[in-house]
């Protein structure tokens, strides 16, 4: 089932865009079957654009063909998200490193600020609050290192995996690691360290694998 999204003629978002999105936040939960009947009525497009989405979602992940039966939002294994975070890790860590040389001072003191935030968000136990500073964190950083098709990179594979990136930090133990490992990131940014910043971001996603690998089997689609 899919929630009623409409799709005004002042608003018209690619489908594409809006139903990544609801995949993204797990409005659409894994394992849910689409049909262009279905979406067609939902979004209130004819099939051609229905279509395109889920060639495009299909193409990145998101979704997976069922033989005469439309499509299903995929649910993947286990290993197949860890590694994953392997490569986002490896994929951060050169952000970082071109980052560090690059980063303009106004740069640092708005991840400063952002920083600020998300500790804040993390003293007064708000989850979302938090997920949504430490997202701009790693965002704001990927843009520092100039590098366009990295940056597309990062951004396709943390939505594929955004259901899950932030499970772990249900545990406090956890989620207090994470805001160290956050801590770090900035004082390697405010050194332009770009040696340290890399070997942080390395290891600050895949270093959560084991949490992680419990939490799935109790929850797999929850998120932060």
Request: proline share 5%.
């Amino acid at each position: 089932m899919i929630p009623h999204t409409p799709c005004s003629p002042e608003n018209r978002r690619p489908v594409a865009d809006v139903l990544r999105d609801l995949i993204v936040s797990g409005a659409v939960a894994p394992g849910t079957r689409l049909t262009e009947v279905e979406l067609c009525r939902t979004f209130n497009r004819s099939r051609g654009p229905i279509r395109e989405a889920i060639r495009v979602l299909t193409s990145e992940g998101l979704t997976e063909p069922l033989p005469n039966r439309g499509v299903r939002v995929r649910q993947p294994g286990i290993d197949e998200i860890l590694q994953t975070f392997s490569v986002i890790g490896t994929l951060d860590a050169m952000a970082g490193e071109h980052a560090a040389a690059r980063i303009s001072d106004a740069g640092i003191s708005h991840i400063g600020d952002l920083h600020q935030r998300m500790v804040a968000a993390f003293q007064g136990g708000d989850i979302a609050g938090y997920y949504q500073l430490n997202q701009a964190i790693h965002h704001a950083i990927w843009e520092a290192s100039e590098n366009k098709v990295l940056v597309q990179e990062l951004e396709r594979l943390n939505a594929w995996v955004r259901p899950y990136r932030f499970a772990v930090n249900i545990r406090v133990d956890s989620w207090r690691k994470s805001v160290m490992d956050h801590e770090n990131i900035l004082i390697a940014l405010i050194n332009r360290d770009g040696r340290r910043l890399g070997q942080i971001l390395r290891l600050h996603l895949p270093g959560k694998a084991d949490v992680l690998r419990a939490q799935l089997v109790v929850s797999p689609t929850q998120s932060e």
